[in-house]
C-alpha cells in the first residue's frame, strides 16, 4: 500500500479514539418533538413566523423517523436534531426577509448552469472548477449552513463574514473528529456545498438519509412531488442572489436527478448537465463514507442494513433519471461520463459552456486551473474501498441489478 493510500478496516466494529468517545459521552440528550425544535429555532433567532404552515408535517415525520431509527446513538440524535433547528432558524430569517423586502420575489435568476449527478460522481469537482469562474454565483458551505445573516450579523462581503467564521470552527471540530473523512469528501468552508440545503428549509430532502435509516421519511419523499419544495427553494436562492449577485448560478445536488422534471419547471431556461459513473464505484465510495461517519452517529453499525438502504436508493435515483432524461430539452442538457471528464475536464467545461452561451474566456481559464492545481485529486489521500469484502456484495448481481443504466447510458465499469 502507498503512502498515501487510506484503508478503513474497522467499518462494522468501529475502534474509537478517546476524542470520538468524549465527544458520544458529551452529547445532551434531546426530545424528537416538533415544538421542541421550533422553539429553538425562535429563540435562536428571535423571530416567530415561519412562513406556510405545511412543513410542519414533513417535521414531524423526520422527527418521528428519527425516534424508529433505533441504531442512532445520543451524537446521531443530537446531530440529527440540531440539524432541524438549524433548517427552521433558517426558514425564520428567510421569512423575516422576504417579508421585510417584497422585493425580492422579483429576483431573476438567470440562465442558471445546473449539475445532477449521482453521489461521489464528480459533482462536487466539476461545480467547484465552474464556481471559480466569478461571473458565476454559487453558494460555499458556509453559506449554505446559514442562507441569511441573523440581525446584527454582517453581510457577506464585510470583512470575514461571521458565517464563514462558524463553518470554520464546526467543521474544524468535524474534521478532528472524522480525520479521514477529507480524503473521500472534502467540506472546506469556502468549497461549493450542494443546493439541496435550499429544499432543506422546507423541510423535504433527502439529507436526512446520509446520517440516520428514516425508512417513514424516504417512503413519504417518495410519494410526494416535490416541485412546491424546489419552489421554496428557489425562494431561497432569489434571497441570496438579492443579497450578493451576480444572478447567473451554478450549483449542484444528487437528488435532481430523481426530480428532473420538478427542476425543469423551476427552473426552464436552465442548462442541465447531469453527470453519469459506475454505480457500483459509488456505492462503494459513498457506503464507506456513511459507514466511517456512522461510528460517531450509531450504537451499532450494520453494514448490511447500510448496503441494502443505499443500492434500493442510488437505484431510485437512476430509475428515475433513465424515466425522465428525455423530458429535458436537448439543446440545454449534456451528458458527462465519469471516465471521459477525468480524463479531459477541459473539453468538458468547453461544452457545458458552449451550450450555455457563456464565452470561457482568459480570466475565467485561469481561475479553473488555479482551483485545479490547489485541488488535485487525492490530495488528502486515496480511500481503497472494498465492496464485496466490506459490505458482503455479490458484484456480479449487483451489475447485473443495474443493466438498465449500463445500458441507456455508457459509463465504463471500473476495476473494484
Known sequence: MTENTIRIDDLGAPQLTPIQRQAIAAAPPVHMQEESVLAAARQATGLSDFGAGDFRERLCIWLLSFDEDRGLGPLGRAGLFNDAVRYASNRLLLEDLLKCNPDIAEVVIDRPIIIAGLPRSGTTNLVNILAADQRLRSMPLWEAMQPIPAPGQAAAGAGEDPRFTTTKAVWSAFESLLPLMPAMHEMAPDHVHEDIELQALDFSTYLPEWLSRPYRWREYYYAHDQTPHYAYGKKVLQALTWQRGPSRWVMKSPP????????????PDATYVITHRDPLAVLQSAMTMIAYGDRL???HIDLKELADYWIARIERLLLACVRDRERLPEAQTID???????????????KIYAMAGLELDSGAARSMQRYLRANPRGKHGKVRYDLAGDFGIDVAALRERFAFYYSRFPVEKEAL
Do not use: I, K
Request: glycine share 0%; charged share 20%.
Open 297 to 299: 452517529r450509531r450504537t
Open 256 to 267: 435532481h436527478m430523481e426530480n428532473l422534471v420538478p427542476l425543469q419547471t423551476t427552473y
Open 336 to 350: 458527462v461520463l465519469f471516465h471521459e471528464y477525468m480524463a479531459d475536464q477541459s473539453s468538458t467545461v468547453e
